[in-house]
């Protein structure tokens, strides 16, 4: 009913439309293209995702959809039976049109979400998540699939990313070796689409606490990258060591003076402090310290493997330390780590870094859309391999809608306000906004899929019979590899 009243408002046709139009159909039909097992199911699927009215709850309301057109038991024999290949349609997202930041600057995000199943005893590879809640005893550890996810960030305030990659973690991967792998790949990806040419600026990854900036900064050495992470309070840095004294002997220095966030009696000497200004904390006070790093041993996660007499790289980049004039519960100030050492000596380069830090958030909105809007965790599906296939059906729904956001800029429901004169799509409209009008934009565009044949139900499980073939149970596995975690230096 919703759909059925939503309207077009007067002179909402616009310059772009054609080429967002037909932009948006090649990218349905490469989609199509990809799906080759079931593909008219799985692709129906995705309609149905873009155009259910109101969020998606279960599988099974899907097939209720229109745009589907086929039974629940098609539906499911889509996911469980059918093929997507995810190395076309990766590149075939990567291909895809990408916000740039000034200077032509591209930046990405990674994070793991976790796609919680506390009660699927039946499905394998499954991981103790931790789950972070609201409250000082809220967080919890529950069983279920983490993913690791990578988005390209725009600049502004913005409910919109875009989707590059998600791997599913097994109970043997370690994170930090995962996620380089990732960001690896998508930068390979981004430069055979022609997103990054030589003399570009180097792509710039923003983490979160959680990761170690220094041991990514070490395994994406070779790659134009610059890698900013959150860095805990309790950290310490160290300065480049002293050239030697003529004459003397013994080892050489390897390490200067400590730089340790929690004590302000070695912020001496910082190589920049200027003043910043945030639309949502006031007024800011930046401090910059170049060509600092982290002492790196062997009891450090994810370098365990290094031989007994190995020398430890030194990694040096920036440090950033960025204050609120007035701190508050929501922000009390951060502290940021980039792989660039001399970045500290430029007011507007360390600008540049926490305010795209800031933009980091944006993944967390993303990761809502995805689960309350398009129900990416709300299928109880028992193999892995159909939950990659559904997030990867989803991630093609994130980018039609991507694609879709100037053809919806007149679509509206009639309670909603009309959007700013001025404004462009990316600026005022939001997916869910852009989900509520696809229906209208899908009939433009068309469809490749086929359409259903009349069948009738298979006869199931004869009445009254029990299941003598139980599926096997799968404990969750509690990840052991000290590798797996982010590592604690300093």
Not at 62 to 81: C, F, I, K, Q, W
Not at 158 to 185: F, I, K
Not at 227 to 245: G, I, M, Q
């Amino acid at each position: 009913m919703a759909f059925s009243m939503a309207r077009v408002e007067a002179g909402a046709g616009g310059d772009g439309k054609d080429e967002a139009l037909a932009r948006l159909a090649g990218f349905r039909g490469e989609l199509y293209r990809c799906l080759t097992r079931r593909g008219d199911a799985l692709f129906g699927l995705a309609d149905a995702v873009l155009c259910a009215p109101g969020r998606v709850t279960d599988l099974a309301r899907l097939s209720l959809v229109p745009e589907y057109g086929r039974g629940h038991g098609a539906l499911y024999d889509g996911l469980n039976a059918g093929r997507v290949q995810i190395g076309r349609l990766r590149r075939a997202v990567a291909g895809l049109p990408l916000p740039r930041w000034p200077g032509g600057r591209i930046l990405l995000a990674a994070d793991v979400c976790n796609w919680l199943r506390p009660d699927a005893e039946t499905s394998p590879e499954r991981l103790l998540c931790h789950v972070h809640g609201r409250g000082s005893n809220a967080a919890q550890i529950v069983p279920g699939w983490p993913y690791s996810f990578v988005a390209v960030l725009g600049p502004g305030r913005s409910s919109w990313t875009l989707p590059l990659d998600a791997v599913r973690l097994g109970p043997d991967d370690d994170v930090m070796a995962v996620t380089a792998a990732q960001l690896r790949d998508v930068v390979q990806r981004l430069t055979e689409a022609g997103h990054w040419r030589d003399g570009d600026p180097p792509v710039l990854v923003v983490l979160d606490s959680g990761y170690s900036g220094t041991r990514l900064a070490d395994l994406l050495g070779d790659l134009p990258v610059t890698v900013l992470t959150r860095v805990r309070s309790d950290r310490v840095y160290y300065r480049a060591a002293p050239a030697p004294e003529p004459g003397r002997r013994g080892r050489v220095k390897r390490h200067g003076d400590p730089v340790a966030c929690a004590d302000p009696g070695t912020w001496a000497s910082p190589d920049l402090t200027a003043d910043g200004n945030s639309a949502r904390h006031g007024p800011l006070t930046v401090t910059a310290w170049t060509r600092v790093h982290q002492k790196i041993h062997r009891t450090c996660s994810g370098w365990e493997t290094k031989p007994l007499r190995a020398e430890y790289p030194i990694i040096e980049g920036t440090l950033i330390q960025v204050t609120p004039a007035r701190p508050g519960p929501a922000f009390t100030g951060m502290w940021l780590w980039a792989s660039d050492p001399g970045a500290g000596r430029d007011p507007a380069a360390v600008a540049a870094l926490w305010q795209a830090y800031l933009r980091r958030f944006d993944i967390e909105a993303m990761f809502r859309f995805l689960k309350q809007q398009l129900g990416w965790d709300k299928p109880m599906l028992r193999d892995p391999a159909a939950a990659d296939r559904w997030t990867w059906l989803i991630i093609a729904c994130y980018a039609q809608l991507h694609l879709a956001r100037e053809l919806t800029a007149g679509i509206r429901l009639p309670w909603q306000r009309p959007r700013p004169p001025g404004t462009t799509a990316a600026q005022a409209l939001t997916p869910g906004q852009v989900r509520t009008g696809f229906r209208v934009v899908r009939g433009t565009a068309g469809t490749p899929a086929s359409t259903a044949k009349h069948s009738k139900p298979g006869p199931g499980r004869p009445p009254g019979s029990k299941n003598k073939q139980k599926a096997p149970r799968h404990p969750p596995v509690r990840k052991h590899k000290p590798s797996s975690q982010p590592a604690q230096t300093g």
